[in-house]
């Protein structure tokens, strides 16, 4: 069983379009967590969501939406797509917010055209 | 503010040589810190973690960490590396002083092991 899982794992498209990229947990962890990975492999938050409610969202453009239907799941949806969100985005859950560690999907590798 | 440093991008180290990669923080407070491995195409996968205790900290696939304080440095070490250990290792500290606690992540180091 996947503890963290995302789909799609890929997703090809073309600029101004809107696509969305769904997690899910079964870990029964309470917190969730969107991070950006460019070409460069550098880690970046985007948004934290802790039992539903938004925590952390990192100066990330309002194209972004995430949500979060209830713990296990968070979503992730994109509006109008520019080059430069070709990334790879990882969904991560945490027991809470305390010292836990982060649990990774797999990734979603989005190119934009 | 919160950082972590990884100032090598790559280490190359031959198969049953000891490793190390570098990483070091700057927190306010205690700081909570972590590394992980990420191997090509997944997710990014916990190692092990320091929040209290003993300096030395043991952690999955033989690594460890030691946690330094007065040099404010959390290297990652292994005895013998594997060809298996090549990977892209990061640095992370939990910012406990935010309100958010979000994890901040170091650059990352790619480990190469040549057989």
């Known amino acids: 069983d996947t503890a963290v899982s995302q789909t799609p794992k890929y997703l090809v498209t073309q600029m101004g379009n809107d696509k969305s990229i769904k997690c899910e947990q079964n870990l029964g962890h309470d917190t969730m967590y969107w991070y950006k990975q460019d070409s460069k492999k550098f880690l970046k938050i985007m948004f934290s969501?802790?039992?539903?409610?938004?925590?952390i969202n990192e100066t990330v453009p309002n194209r972004f939406s995430p949500k979060s239907p209830d713990k296990a799941h968070l979503n992730l949806h994109i509006n109008s797509l520019e080059l430069g969100d070709s990334a790879v985005y990882f969904c991560a859950s945490s027991q809470g917010v305390g010292t836990g560690e982060l649990f990774f999907g797999e990734g979603s590798r989005l190119t934009v055209l | 503010a919160q950082s972590v440093a990884q100032p090598e991008d790559q280490v190359n180290v031959a198969e049953g040589n000891p490793l190390t990669v570098k990483c070091t923080y700057s927190?306010?407070?205690?700081?909570?810190l972590f590394w992980y491995v990420q191997y090509p195409n997944r997710g990014l996968q916990f190692l092990l973690k320091?929040?209290?205790?003993?300096?030395l900290v043991k952690g999955s696939y033989g690594f460890e960490a030691e946690f330094n304080k007065s040099q404010t440095s959390f290297h990652l070490k292994k005895p013998s590396a594997l060809v298996s250990d090549s990977a892209l290792y990061f640095c992370a500290v939990r910012d406990m002083n935010s309100g958010t606690y979000k994890y901040i992540f170091g650059t990352g180091t790619r480990l190469k092991v040549l057989a």
């Open positions: 969501y802790n039992n539903k409610e938004l925590i």
């Open positions: 927190v306010s407070g205690n700081p909570y």
């Open positions: 320091y929040i209290t205790g003993d300096n």
